[in-house]
């Protein structure tokens, strides 16, 4: 156990369903991250909040929808899927942004039908 | 644009035997940070080794060391003495300083018993 827990585990959805994932750590940390892994590609950097502030999207589609409340929870709103966003998402979090060690969750298994 | 390359998808190794697992990186800066990150069943990763660029001498945690070679951008994981438990997805990554990290696509380490 790190300290960030992902809720769900798993997670089926059509692509008409709104969902949502949730992350949350109890170490104290700054910012927190959202990753997605897929099979055979590397971990793809989706949003960084730093400060409860989004320091990063990279060029993640609109029915993806992040929101960090505050510093020990962050969510990732999803709505009107597609199949090929079936994938690992993982949530990560570090003391400060870039080149601290990450500690990461379980991450939630996403399938969309 | 920086990338890291892991030219082994899969590797097996026998109990209590040595096994190397391979990276490279591209980049041009000279200020940077590298990692080994383990990803067991579990799904959760951990950080297993942190180098920094300006520091010549190779990581070591424990049965875990890198062989750093700058000039050749090459940052290799050795694991002494395999154990079961080691058998994990292994991903190499790199980061500048206060820059979001970039992995590679992983390495699954077996190990035989």
């Known amino acids: 156990e790190t300290g960030v827990t992902q809720t769900p585990r798993h997670l089926v959805m059509g692509m008409t369903n709104k969902k949502s994932l949730k992350c949350e750590q109890h170490l104290g940390h700054n910012a927190m991250y959202w990753y997605k892994q897929s099979a055979k590609k590397p971990l793809e950097l989706m949003f960084v909040y730093n400060f409860k502030e989004q320091t990063e999207n990279n060029s993640v589609p609109s029915r993806f929808s992040p929101e960090c409340p505050n510093s020990s929870h962050l969510f990732l709103h999803l709505h009107t899927l597609q199949p090929e966003d079936s994938a690992l998402y993982l949530c990560?979090?570090?003391?400060?942004?870039?080149?601290?060690?990450?500690?990461f969750g379980s991450g939630t298994q996403l399938s969309v039908l | 644009a920086q990338t890291v390359t892991q030219s082994q998808p899969e590797m097996s190794v026998q109990e209590a035997e040595t096994v190397t697992l391979s990276c490279t990186y591209d980049t041009s800066e000279s200020d940077y940070y590298l990692f080994w990150y383990k990803q067991p069943p579990s799904r959760q990763m951990i950080l297993v080794i942190r180098?920094?660029?300006?520091?010549?001498q190779n990581a070591t945690e424990n049965r875990f060391s890198v062989n750093f070679q700058k000039a050749a951008k090459s940052f290799s994981l050795k694991i002494s003495d395999s154990q079961l438990g080691d058998a994990a997805m292994y991903f190499c990554?790199?980061?500048?300083?206060?820059?979001?990290?970039?992995f590679g696509k992983g390495t699954r380490l077996h190990i035989l018993p």
């Open positions: 990554a790199y980061s500048l300083r206060d820059d979001k990290i970039i």
């Open positions: 990560a979090s570090s003391q400060g942004q870039g080149n601290e060690k990450l500690f």
């Open positions: 180098q920094e660029a300006y520091k010549q």
